[in-house]
Each structure stands twice: as structure tokens, then as C-alpha cells.
């Protein structure tokens, strides 16, 4: 590794990053959880939390027979996280033509230089705080829409495959059906606003209550489009929400979150929340975003530059074989999903 080649600009990254704080995607992800202080290691079972693990593993049924929980299993939720990394190459191609423009006698002389090595310098870290952040927000997306992370060969294509992690949202909160039928998607026969009365006054026999429904934009349509809303003429999400806020019950808002996922140099979308299902949340945030200290936080490297964003660590350095200007993003975190016992999974798409 050698300095970056773009010398003292590569030297203020961290200035640029707090200049531009708000040229970041936004994170889905922080409308829902907190970001947690960083620590030395973290394994599934801390961001799961131990004594909800143990609950689980011991809290049965009068008579039943104990639950025997695999080696594999503990050995998984023991595991370490790994950490979420992505890195990004200017080559020597790009650099030359770099090059080329900046020894052109350009109007605007200095001025327009800097510009250009500033845009070049922020370009590539937006690109890995971004990337970063949207694993983040595929986790949480199905953190919330299904209780289990599911990280494979088709989320996590060319990264460690764990499988699914269980976030031990109680079973009967995610079988509970409120009428004979959930076809939402059948206008003639859906009962949203039933639905949602039904989960609320079950939840409230457990001292739940409940602020919002979370949906996709998909599902929210077919709730507007349904014979029940219709013939009360909630026509539009706000009338809807207007009906359920004066019936004290939980408003809906819309999530969607498509993430693009490469192999091998080539992008498939995946959809992180699973679309048959609405969530019931209550208020305040779900969770915390557990995260740790990166290793070249306690043992830098030399040559290489680092800042922060919300605990994603960028680096930046040069390297002479190959040619090349680097760029890396990397946090290693896990949602811990706090309010697991109290948020209710409805499926949309399932018979009683």
C-alpha cells in the first residue's frame, strides 16, 4: 500500500464526508433503529440478546417435552458477525484519462482541478457508505418483515453464508389470522381494516398497542382497492389513515426496498421485504444497529486514510502492482431486533 495519489485532498476525507453529510442515501434503516455504540467483537447471539435466546430455548408449554436445540444452531447464533465490506477501483486507465483533463488548460485554471479531484475523491466514497448502508437496510427490511435474516447464496452471493438467523419473533405472532380469508389481493373478499382490528385487539389482550402498519406501496393499493375501504370511500392512503387514526387504530406506511445484488460483475434485484406481509410496530424505534470496531480502527495502516460515517469505516490508499487508487467501505453489524415480543407479522396471502 502506498499514499493515495491524490495527496493532501485524500488527507481531509473526513472534512468531505461531514461537508456532505447530506448527499448520502438515505438510510431506511434509521427510521426504525438506533445506532449502537461500537464494540470490541460481536456475535449473533449479543445483537440477539443472550436471555432472549435462553427464554426461548426454555419457556414450554405445561407437559411438553423440552426443546432440544442443535449444536449447529448455537454454534451459528454464537458466531461472529462478519464484516460488511466493499471496495472500489479508480485503474490506470482512470487515472491517465484523469490526468489527460487535468493537464488540459482548462478555463476556470486551479479552481476547476480541484473540483474535479474532489469529485472524483467523493464519488467512490459515496459509493461505499451507500452500498454499505443498503445491506444494512436489506437486513432490517427483513428483520421486520419476517423476524429471520436470511443471509445466502441469493442475498449474499459471494460473502460467508451463515443462513437464516431466527430473531425469535414469538410463533403466534406470526400465524395469527384475524378473518376466514387474507387474500388481499382479492378485492371482493380482503378485509383490511378488519385485519387490522382483529391483530390490534389480540395484541392489546397482551398490553400491546400499536402505531403503524408497515406495507409495501403493492399492498397498501390492494387495501385501497378493497370492497371494505372502497364502500366507505377511503379512496386515498391519507382518507384511510384519517378512518384508522379516528378509530384508534395503527395508521399504514409504505416501505419498499429493491436492492441490486452483484455476482460476478453482474446485478439481480432482490426484494427485501417480503411483499405478502404487513407489520405491526409500536412506537419508537425497533431495535439497535449493533456494530464493532473495525480491526484497522486499533491497528491502522500505514499509508492509508480513514474517516467515518455513522460507524462505516472508509479507507483510501494507493497500490503500485497493480496500479491503483482504492476506496473501501466496511462495518461489521447486526440488527438486534428489540421489540421482537411485541411487533406482529401478518400475512396477507395465507388462509386461517
Not at 40 to 68: F, K, N
Not at 71 to 89: C, F, H, M, Q
Not at 227 to 256: A, C, F, G, M, R
Request: aromatic share 8%; charged share 20%.
Amino acid at each position: 500500500m502506498i499514499t493515495s495519489i491524490f495527496g493532501a485532498y485524500a488527507q481531509k476525507l473526513q472534512a468531505l464526508i461531514d461537508a456532505r453529510q447530506d448527499k448520502f442515501r438515505p438510510a431506511i434503516w434509521s427510521k426504525y433503529f438506533d445506532l449502537g455504540v461500537p464494540q470490541m467483537s460481536l456475535s449473533y447471539l449479543t445483537a440477539i440478546g443472550r436471555t432472549r435466546v435462553e427464554a426461548a430455548a426454555s419457556v414450554v408449554a405445561h407437559g411438553a417435552a423440552a426443546p432440544l436445540r442443535s449444536r449447529a444452531g448455537l454454534d451459528k447464533l454464537s458466531g461472529e458477525v462478519a464484516a460488511i465490506k466493499v471496495k472500489r477501483a479508480m485503474d490506470e486507465r482512470d487515472w491517465r484519462n484523469y490526468l489527460t483533463i487535468q493537464n488540459l488548460n482548462m478555463a476556470g485554471g486551479e479552481d476547476t482541478k480541484k473540483t474535479q479531484i474532489l469529485k472524483l475523491i467523493w464519488d467512490d466514497v459515496q459509493f461505499v457508505v451507500d452500498s454499505v448502508t443498503k445491506r444494512i437496510d436489506i437486513m432490517v427490511a427483513q428483520a421486520l418483515s419476517t423476524g429471520v435474516i436470511a443471509i445466502n447464496t441469493t442475498t449474499n452471493p459471494d460473502g460467508v453464508i451463515p443462513g437464516n438467523i431466527d430473531l425469535l419473533v414469538p410463533s403466534d405472532h406470526k400465524t395469527f389470522c384475524g378473518t376466514s380469508t387474507r387474500y388481499w389481493s382479492v378485492a371482493a373478499t380482503a378485509k383490511p381494516i378488519t385485519d387490522i382490528a382483529a391483530v390490534v385487539v389480540a395484541a392489546e389482550a397482551e398490553g400491546v398497542s400499536y402505531e403503524k402498519v408497515l406495507m409495501t406501496s403493492t399492498k397498501m393499493r390492494q387495501a385501497l382497492a378493497s370492497t371494505e375501504v372502497t364502500t366507505l370511500e377511503l379512496n386515498t392512503l391519507e382518507k384511510l389513515n384519517n378512518y384508522l387514526q379516528d378509530s384508534k387504530l395503527p395508521i399504514i406506511e409504505t416501505i419498499d426496498l429493491v436492492a441490486p445484488i452483484e455476482k460476478d460483475g453482474v446485478n439481480s434485484n432482490i426484494t427485501a421485504w417480503d411483499g405478502d406481509n404487513i407489520v405491526f410496530l409500536p412506537a419508537g424505534k425497533q431495535g439497535i444497529i449493533h456494530n464493532s470496531v473495525s480491526i484497522e480502527e486499533v491497528n491502522p495502516v500505514a499509508g492509508v486514510v480513514y474517516a467515518k460515517q455513522n460507524n462505516i469505516l472508509v479507507s483510501k490508499w494507493g497500490e503500485t502492482e497493480p496500479f491503483g487508487e482504492y476506496t473501501r467501505g466496511e462495518i461489521a453489524a447486526f440488527p438486534g431486533l428489540e421489540t421482537a415480543d411485541s411487533i406482529w407479522i401478518f400475512d396477507t396471502a395465507a388462509m386461517s
